[in-house]
């Protein structure tokens, strides 16, 4: 939590939160995910690992995780907890590179993206560069996010035409979950 903060402190536009994420929102980021058919899920922003600890507790042991974390005291922090598992690879770097990062790889199909990334405070410009990635990666697979609020939904919307989302007040501050899919949408 004092790690949390400190980073907080440093980088507010980057973090985005005060506390990491309870353990209510990180159920609800992975319950729709079908955890027996995914081949291939990724972690945007893990941070402290709040979700990942969810994904870890019910993906099957061949699906990858891929987790890209650009903090990089959050960075060492995973890759040291996660260096003898072979289903994990820890990337140090920036959601923008997704696609990048896939084809180095050699991975041709996401199923989940799961994002803990502020896209409130993020500049407009890397929001729209992430976003590009992720719906370019994913195909037919879904993009799970967390904001705490919906001022930024009807951007992620000119991305994922289809979005539906659900508040979970036991968190700090309360979230809402926007589990998005691809549809027929202009990119901005």
Known sequence: MLTFLTEFIKHPKTIGAISPSSKKLAKKMVETICFENAQCIVELGPGTGSFTKELMKR???????????????????????????????????????????????????????????????????????ILRNVKEC???????????????????QNYFEDITHEKVWINLPPAYVLSCKLGNVRAI
């Open 59 to 129: 993906k099957e042991r061949s699906t990858k995780l891929i987790l890209i974390e650009n903090n990089g005291i959050f960075y060492g922090k995973l890759r040291e907890q996660f260096e003898h598992d072979p289903s994990i690879i820890v990337i140090h770097g920036s959601a923008e590179d997704l696609c990048k990062y896939m084809s180095a790889l050699n991975i041709e199909k996401i199923d989940y993206v799961v994002s803990g990334l502020p896209f409130t405070s993020l500049n407009p410009a890397v929001s729209s560069r």
């Open 138 to 156: 994913l195909e037919d697979g879904k993009f799970i996010t967390f904001q705490y609020s919906l001022v930024r939904k009807s951007f992620i």
